[in-house]
């Protein structure tokens, strides 16, 4: 019988890790959030010591779950490991990851979005006993390994939105949607509309008749106007 090869400690802990914040409602991230943590865990989040149960809430306002949100996209950039003395069961894990929260909430039509970008540090040690009685007809394997240590530096911040360029008629002639760069470099959608005259050659309109507001009254002959009588055609 061959023995079982548990995931490295840099895959189990991204695994985990991602599991947790993209899970889709609170019942699916409390289940990952103790499959990864150890029920004695000492945080340090951002230079200060938080509870669990904070901790908790603080990784849960992070994630797809949190209220307002529909999903997250997890990406690890860098992950190092140094291995305890028994193998990958117990080490120290370090990795550095962004997630993208979208919101459920549209601003000019398009989702916002957040961007929260983390380094993340992690002694594990294998706190959990294999539970009794085991069931042979249970595929699977069990993995003891939780975190008990966790040191984490994060920042959050929302992302600009884009608006579809489909939203506009680019083939329109009369309609310019150039985008113009934002404060910071970047671009925050399309710039202003501009909407060329319709005749380039317009000139100002005169009326006809003599007075200043449109056509003048119609004097009929032997009608009196005021103080004067028309006598034009009379004999």
């Known amino acids: 019988m061959s023995l079982l090869v548990l995931p490295t400690l840099t895959a189990w802990t991204s695994s985990r890790l991602t599991t947790v914040l993209s899970a889709k409602n609170s ?14 865990v000492n945080v340090t989040f951002n230079g200060k010591h938080l509870s669990r149960e904070q901790y908790q809430a603080q990784l849960l306002s992070q994630s797809s779950a949190a209220a307002g949100e529909q999903g997250a996209s997890v990406s690890v950039q860098g992950q190092l490991e140094v291995q305890g003395d028994q193998g990958q069961i117990s080490g120290v894990v370090g990795l550095f990851y962004t997630s993208l929260v979208d919101s459920e909430f549209l601003v000019m039509g398009a989702p916002g979005e957040s961007k929260v970008t983390s ?26 390994r939780r975190i008990v240590t966790v040191n984490q530096i994060a920042t959050d911040q929302s992302l600009h939105f884009t608006i579809p360029s489909a939203s506009f008629n680019s083939n329109s002639p009369a309609v310019s949607t150039q985008s113009a760069p934002g404060p910071f470099g970047g671009r925050f959608g399309p710039g202003p509309v501009h909407l060329d005259p319709i005749d380039a050659n317009a000139r100002q309109e005169t009326l006809p008749g003599n007075g200043e507001f449109g056509v003048g009254p119609v004097i009929i002959p032997g009608e009196t106007i005021g103080d004067k009588t028309n006598t034009k055609g009379q004999a």
């Not at 019942?27 to 150890?38: I, L, R, V, Y």
């Not at 380094?119 to 003891?144: C, K, L, M, V, W």
Request: proline share 12%.
């Open 27 to 40: 019942a699916d991230f409390t289940t990952a959030f103790d499959a990864t943590f150890a029920r004695n």
């Open 119 to 144: 380094s993340f540090n992690a002694i594990i040690q294998p706190t959990e006993s294999r539970p009794q009685p085991i069931n042979p007809h249970i595929r699977g394997y069990f993995d003891p």
